[in-house]
Each structure stands twice: as structure tokens, then as C-alpha cells.
């Protein structure tokens, strides 16, 4: 084979070159420096969301999960911090959002457990009443706390229900005809869309940290990655970038 020859081996993702090892380790090494950019990029960028502020709570929101009524100090669970995943199921589904339900598929006790050594608390939350929930969640065999927000501004303040008859709706800190141009379908309203949003608590007093949406919430990938969203971190030394 000459040096302009190139073999390669197709996949289902298309043709993947074959190259000698002594390439390969080339490529990698340089690749290595890129990874190693991302980490501290990352490391940066989870110090500065720990560094935006957060907001008081002040509506007293009401749930209801498998115990009955919930207040959201209730869905903490003692903790001091709770991230809740906006599961998607409108009131008049017979199922939740096949996408949420697949992430929500790798929602193991280990991850739960582990969150709950750093202090914090997962939990979902719907709009569907919560007999819809947790027969669904029946089905499916899960066992992580859902709550339903039926009835309650919980979904819309939070940006996950976008519903114009209420309100001025955003979404992803976005606006309709932003979104529209972007194309997003919002014809059909109330629509309900994906997010993953993070509470701190000092007693009784709640306060919002941090929400994303969309693509952004596919950062949740494990229990570091979870904890890396929310205010407090790790707690490791090396998130320390401001003294």
C-alpha cells in the first residue's frame, strides 16, 4: 500500500480509517491535550455556575407523591440540596415522554445513593395527575421519587410548560419566535419540554440555583456530573478557582 493509499473498514457510521500504531498513538496524544483543555474548560465553567447567585423561593408550591401532599421543602427529604428532572407527561397523556423515560430508565439506587452522600436529593416532577404517574412508573418498574405538579404554577414558573395563555412563555431563557426559527413546533399549546432544575435549602427557606433545558440536560450522565450542577459541587479541592 502506498502512502497516498489510506484502508479503511465500513460501519454503520460510515468508513473508519485503519492506521499503524505508531499513528494511532500520535493521534491520541494530541487528542489527549484537547481533552484535558475540556476538563479545566468544564471545571471553569461548573466554578462560575456556583458563582451566578440564586433566588429565594417564595411561592408556596404544593405536590403529590406517594405519601400525599408535598411541599417542595418536603421533596428534599431532609437534604440540603434537591435536582429535579421536568419528566415530560401532559395531563392528557396515557404515558410519559419516551425520551425522559429512557434517561430515566438509567436512574439506578447506586446513583440515588450516592447523590444522597453529597447531600442532595433526586427527584422527577410532572404536570400529569399523579395516579397517571405512578402507574406508569409501575410499569416501568422504577423507583425513584415522582411527584405531580398538577394544578400548581410549579411546571410554568420553572419554564418546562410553554403556554402562551398564561404567560409571556420562554423557553431555555428563549423566546417563541427565537424558538420558531430554531424549529420548534409550539402550535399545539400547552407543550411540555424537557429540563433538570437544582434547589439549595436552609431550613425552610428554598432557593432555585440553577436550571437547563434542552440539550443541556444531557450532562446528566452519573452522580459527578449531577453534582457538578448544582451549587455546592463536589466539595473536591480542585473546584477551588477563586481563591
Known sequence: MTGSEQATVDTVAGPRRVVSAEEWLEARRALLVREKELTRARDALNAERRRIGMVRVE????????????????????????????????????????????????????RLRHLHDWDTTFAAVSRAPFPSIDGYRTRRGWTFPWYSS??????????????????????????????????ADLSNQPVELPGLSCFLRDGDTVYHTYSTYARGTEMVGGSHYIVDLTTLGRRHAFEQRDG
Open 150 to 183: 398538577h394544578g400548581s404554577d410549579f411546571n410554568y414558573d420553572l419554564g418546562v410548560t410553554f403556554d402562551e395563555g398564561r404567560d409571556a412563555a420562554v423557553y431555555n431563557y428563549t423566546t417563541r419566535d427565537e424558538l420558531e426559527r430554531a424549529g
Open 59 to 110: 411561592k408556596d408550591y404544593v405536590f403529590e407523591g406517594a405519601n400525599g401532599r408535598a411541599s417542595l421543602v418536603d421533596l428534599f427529604e431532609g437534604r440540603g440540596q434537591l435536582v429535579v428532572q421536568h419528566f415530560m407527561f401532559d395531563p392528557s397523556w396515557t404515558d410519559g415522554c419516551q425520551s425522559c423515560s429512557w434517561a430515566a430508565d438509567e436512574i439506578s439506587a447506586g
